[in-house]
Each structure stands twice: as C-alpha cells, then as structure tokens.
C-alpha cells in the first residue's frame, strides 16, 4: 500500500499542477482498485461500474479539496466508502463487510480481478497476434483508435474494424465455453 500511495500522490499532485497526462494515468490506476473494491463489496459488476464512475465524478469535482500534506489513499477511500454507504441507503441493503478498512481498497491480492486477468489473457490468446494487440491497446490499455492506428501502422478505421471482429470472435468464443 505503500508503493500505491507514493505513485498515486505524486501522480495527483502533477494533476493538480496542470499535468492532463498524470491525471489520466492517475484516473486509469484507480478505475481497478476502484472496481475491485465495489466488486467485492457488491458482488454485481454493473452496480460496481455505477458507483466507479460516481466516485471518479466526485473526485473529479472535489479534487481541489484534496490537502497535499494527507495521504492520498485515505482521500479517495473516503470518496470510494461514502458512494458505497449512499448506495447501500439508496438500494436499501445491508453490508456484508465492515465498511471502516482502507487496506481493503488498495490492497494488491484480489482473486477476481487475478482470475479475470487469466481469463481474459486465455481467451485473448485464441486469437491472431494483431487482434490481440489491437483489442489489449484500445481496450484494455486505453489507447484511442488513432494512437493505435499509429503504434501498428494501419488506419483508425482498420483498428475498429479489427477490434470490432477481435471482441465479436471472443463473445463467440466465451459463449461456445458455457
């Protein structure tokens, strides 16, 4: 945890200094400690979604509030535990978990989101090389069509082609499994 506050403090603090590149960076590291976090505590990944994309909006909002000399984490795991608390009082259920553990937002070892990795590298492994780059760049690290257009030398509309028939494949795939 220690490692995560370092990285994610230095990355917000060059967002708060005007840095766009850092706070993208930043934005992508916590979506998985995020959704990890609303997926454990949930256990559905739509509400999980729901309340990561609450939590950057709120963070996003409130970042100005953010007080340098605090650590970063104990920050955003208050945002992350309040959506939660709001949605358990909107959805009328119950925690199942204690909701006082911020170790439990950051921690490194979570078995799904491992599991899922397995599994999304498994399925991605039966398709071409070039498919699987083109589905790991834009879908998976984020990259926009044009910059990986440009990173495999091919037009933006062959990357969505590519990546469209890549996803369309897999589905057919998973669903050949079950």
């Known amino acids: 945890m220690v490692e995560a506050e370092a990285e994610l403090k230095a990355l917000m603090l060059r967002a708060l200094g005007g840095d766009g590149a850092a706070y993208r960076a930043l934005l992508q590291r916590l979506q998985g400690h995020l959704r990890a976090y609303f997926t454990r505590r ?65 921690s490194a070892a979570d078995a799904r989101a491992a599991e899922a990795r397995l599994d999304v590298t498994r399925l991605l492994g039966r398709l071409p090389e070039r498919t699987q780059k083109l589905i790991r760049d834009v879908k998976i690290e984020g990259l926009s069509t044009a910059e990986a257009a440009a990173r495999h030398g091919m037009t933006e509309s062959a990357v969505k082609v590519g990546v469209h028939r890549g996803l369309k494949s897999l589905g057919a795939k998973a669903g050949d499994e079950e």
């Open 42 to 106: 949930l256990g559905r990944a739509s509400e999980a979604e729901d309340l990561l994309q609450e939590t950057l909006i709120a963070m996003h909002s409130r970042r100005e509030t953010y007080d340098p000399s605090r650590p970063f984490t104990a920050w955003v795991y208050a945002i992350a535990r309040y959506k939660l608390i709001d949605h358990f009082r909107r959805t009328r259920r119950r925690a199942e978990d204690p909701l006082d553990d911020p170790d439990m937002l950051f």
